[in-house]
């Protein structure tokens, strides 16, 4: 009898455990297919967002930072207004002395400076350059004939012909600095003229000068605790 119940329970143990392994199969294989499942998702999402080029994500940071900047609409007498300064830069630019036409004013007195200041430069360098080629022969002349060109040059030394000539050679170099310079401040010069004009007022109604009479204290001597009042001028500025 022992035996018989024995062997019933090792069956149904048997049996129990049998079922309980396909028990386990099938929950591995849900999980299995969940996991396929999500990972179908992922990729899904995956395919439908595009990765960004380096042109875009630019072309998106500037649109994002011009909506974060206020816009400045202007009107027409402003925008008539910066017209009118750059044209007058721009115009001396290609021509000196017409930008100070443009503005107006002084002009009559500004061109005539101008183009004088020009001239000078001109003549200038013309004449260096011609001192400093005629040295330059003397030179030569010297040194590969071993006699003098020009008489005029007969008693000087070689070592003060070699300075001369270096000398003038400077102040032409200098002819050509000065006339860019010059240039540029024809350009500059029309730029703040139509910048005060325009957009600034300098009228005497805001700016005022004063000239009186006043006492200074003044020594009359070596000795400063000798000192007398002196007459004088005194300038003043009043800006409103």
């Known amino acids: 009898m022992y035996k018989i119940i024995s062997l019933f329970c090792s069956i149904f143990i048997f049996f129990a455990a049998q079922a309980q392994k396909v028990d386990t199969k099938d929950k591995v294989a849900l999980k299995t297919v969940t996991a396929t499942d999500s990972t179908k ?6 395919d439908t967002t595009k990765k960004e080029s380096r042109r875009e994500r630019k072309k998106r940071e500037k649109a994002e930072e011009e909506a974060k900047t206020p816009k400045i609409f202007k009107d027409s007498t402003r925008l008539a207004i910066e017209a009118k300064t750059v044209t007058a830069w721009k115009r001396s630019l290609v021509l000196p002395g017409w930008g100070q036409y443009t503005n107006k004013g002084l002009w009559w007195i500004k061109v005539p ?6 001239t000078s430069t001109v003549l200038v360098f013309d004449f260096n350059n011609r001192y400093y080629k005629e040295l330059l022969d003397e030179l030569d002349s010297r040194f590969r004939d071993n006699q003098n060109k020009y008489p005029q040059y007969a008693n000087a030394s070689d070592q003060g012909l070699i300075s001369a000539k270096d000398y003038a050679r400077r102040n032409r170099d200098l002819m050509v600095l000065l006339t860019v310079g010059l240039y540029g401040l024809n350009v500059v010069e029309a730029y703040v003229d139509s910048m005060l004009k325009n957009r600034w007022s300098v009228s005497s109604e805001k700016v005022a000068f004063t000239i009186r009479p006043t006492v200074l204290q ?5 000795f400063a605790f000798n000192a007398v009042p002196t007459m004088g001028l005194k300038l003043s500025m009043k800006i409103k």
């Open 41 to 46: 998702k992922v990729s899904a999402v995956q």
């Open 113 to 118: 400076i101008i183009y004088g200041g020009f």
């Open 218 to 222: 003044g020594p009359s001597n070596n």
